[in-house]
């Protein structure tokens, strides 16, 4: 006689769990959001959250983002990459030579195959010989910065709008319009109502003109917490960031999972290259990835190696990053919305009874307030600082809260759990 033995069911107390925290996620937005909203109509700062900012923000966000996803394979797997920066720069080539000869949608693939490439590189060094990973990745970065020039002086100087150093009149990938939502929350937006206005900026943004490449971002972020977190392969591959022996005991063949993880993290980076050419700007410059591969890593530290916090890191530096192209009013009120971020998190730590985080964030709220009440204005270079700034706060007084895979970066070898 056969059994069938009975399908696994979710247990509630799970979906309770579950529930909660997609409660959790929406009251942080709402939340977020009203304080926004609360700075603009107190500071008069129509800018700081209009629909072009948000889409500015948004696309400034998604190449910091893609490296940050980069990171978080590679260190989820045991390997810090350092070498995104080579990654992304590699991938600034591959999508503007692509691009050139087959359209936006080849020139996506040219940028993922040469971040791969980089990717391999580290992998190799790495993974089969044991290189220590900073050297690695700091090798990878100078050697993609010198190979990209030498290709873009040999493919792009005699190409039409090309040069030794850049090559513009590329193709874009298409943009997401939705006409009638998009001009009506847009419209909705400019009225400058509490809260109502801020939310359809929001819409707005989403709907008027954005480019395709932000939602299959945001795709990947989804795709990246579901495949690591939700399935056996996330499993094996998170187990070899953790305890590299014991996942080898078990029957996991640790190289490859190691490998893959690192080339996947050139993938992503080179996606970000990708974003850089044909959305961020209108085409390719050598030199133009400017440290965001290093801000990605920051920003997969800043999340607490997880693509959701990943993409709130990466979401902080691009809106500042955006900011710097605002009037000077908006980049004034933001001064009085760090402030108040301070005193949120002043107050989240007190409920937790740490007492002296809450006094470090508590006074440094106060002399971003008295700064803003006692300026006119700011430089604007004050907006591109406010991430780093944000980043030192977090290490500096957040690091108990924060938590890298426990083998991340520890050399290994196969056997060592014999």
Same mark, same amino acid.
């Given at each position: $006689? ?10 509630? @107390? ?10 959790? &996620? ?9 304080? %926004? ?24 966000? =998604? ?9 978080? /394979? ?29 359209? #936006? ?87 400058? &109502?509490?809260?109502?206005? @801020? ?40 187990? =070899? ?21 690192? %080339? ?35 920003? $997969? ?5 997880? #693509? ?12 500042? @990053? ?6 000077? @009013? ?39 307030? %008295? /700064? ?31 938590? $890298? ?14």
């Amino acid at each position: $006689m056969t059994t069938t033995a009975p399908e696994p069911t979710q247990s509630p @107390d799970g979906r309770i769990a579950r529930l909660g925290r997609g409660y959790l &996620w929406l009251l942080v937005t709402v939340g977020f959001l009203a304080i %926004v909203s609360t700075v603009r109509v107190f500071s008069g700062a129509g800018q700081l959250n209009s629909v072009g900012t948000l889409q500015a923000a948004l696309i400034a966000t =998604c190449p910091i983002l893609l490296a940050a996803l980069g990171g978080l /394979w590679s260190e989820r797997s045991g390997v810090v990459n350092i070498g995104l920066e080579g990654g992304m720069i590699l991938g600034t080539w591959g999508a503007a030579y692509f691009t050139y000869f087959y359209g #936006p949608w080849v020139g996506l693939i040219g940028a993922a195959l040469m971040g791969a490439l980089g990717g391999i590189l580290h992998a190799i060094a790495t993974v089969t010989f044991g290189v220590d990973h900073i050297v690695s990745g700091v090798a990878i970065n100078i050697i993609a910065a010198g190979a990209v020039s030498f290709l873009a002086e040999a493919y792009f100087r005699d190409l039409q709008g090309g040069g030794i150093k850049q090559l513009t009149g590329l193709d874009t990938p298409p943009r997401i319009e939705i006409p009638w939502l998009g001009e009506a929350a847009s419209d909705l937006a400019g009225q400058g &109502w509490f809260f109502v206005s @801020d939310l359809s900026a929001v819409v707005g943004a989403l709907t008027n003109g954005l480019s395709i490449m932000v939602y299959l971002v945001a795709g990947l972020v989804v795709l990246t917490w579901w495949v690591l977190w939700h399935t056996a392969f996330g499993l094996r591959l998170r187990s =070899c960031g953790e305890n590299p022996q014991a996942a080898e005991t078990l029957g996991v063949n640790v190289y490859r999972y190691k490998y893959i993880g690192v %080339v996947m993290s050139g993938v992503f980076a080179g996606l970000g290259g990708y974003m850089l050419v044909l959305v961020s700007s209108s085409g390719f410059v050598t030199g133009q990835t400017g440290g965001r591969g290093y801000i990605g890593l920051a920003a $997969m530290i800043f999340g607490n190696w997880r #693509p959701f916090g990943a993409a709130g890191a990466a979401t902080m530096f691009g809106y500042t @990053d955006a900011m710097q192209l605002r009037s000077n @009013d908006a980049v004034h009120a933001l001064l009085l919305l760090v402030a108040v971020l301070l005193f949120v998190f002043a107050i989240l730590r007190l409920r937790q009874g740490d007492r002296l985080n809450t006094s470090l964030y508590a006074i440094i709220g106060v002399a971003f307030l %008295v /700064w803003f009440f006692n300026s006119d204005s700011v430089p604007r270079e004050f907006a591109g600082m406010t991430p780093y700034v944000a980043t030192l706060l977090v290490l500096a007084l957040g690091t108990q809260r924060l938590r $890298m895979p426990a083998a991340d970066g520890k050399p290994y070898k196969k056997g060592q759990a014999g």
